[in-house]
């Protein structure tokens, strides 16, 4: 192999001279949900990676990733790569990882998947207060039971919690 480019910084990342898939071949939204499921793999495969303290194996993965939104135009994961990596050759899938890549950019690549099929992020879901594990409190004027974040009585209105002997 004589060929050998050396164009860039010798960051060492192989094999990824092979053409794309031709298109001709398979119907173009079937390829169109394989080259989306491919990307989220990837995606998932260099946070996997990294958490596995396998730089080398995230820089390929998110190499691919870089290499899949590139010839799916997904600027907005491509976006997101960025923050952690630096793309070196995005045709080639050639990225180095950011030393001082932040957990939250990498969770943020993570998290953010492939949404290009119309979805919103998913909004946080407000935590349920567990009041229902206090126990009620029992009114000092009227003697019944009110609720434990009740401030004034149910049932006959006076103030609770203030009824200290
Ligand atoms: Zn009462």
């Not at 691919?64 to 050759?89: K, M, P």
């Not at 990882?97 to 407000?126: C, K, M, T």
Request: charge should be negative.
């Amino acid at each position: 192999m004589a060929g050998a480019r050396t164009a860039g910084p010798a960051t060492v990342v192989g094999r990824w001279t092979h053409d794309p898939v031709q298109p001709t071949l398979v119907h173009p939204m079937v390829l169109q949900y394989t080259a989306q499921a491919e990307l989220a793999e990837a995606l998932t495969a260099g946070g996997d990676a990294l958490a596995a303290n396998r730089a080398e194996d995230a820089e390929r993965a998110w190499g691919t990733a870089v290499r899949l939104a590139t010839e799916q135009g997904n600027e907005e994961i491509l976006d997101r790569l960025r923050r952690v990596v630096d793309i070196l050759d995005a045709g080639a899938g050639q990225v180095r990882l950011h030393p001082d890549a932040g957990l939250s950019a990498i969770l943020n690549v993570l998290i953010s998947r492939v949404s290009r099929i119309g979805q919103d992020p998913p909004a946080r879901e407000p935590e349920p207060e567990p009041a229902a594990d206090r126990p009620p409190v029992t009114c000092p004027v009227c003697h019944k039971l009110s609720p434990a974040d009740a401030r004034f009585c149910t049932t006959c209105q006076a103030t609770l919690g203030e009824a200290t002997a």
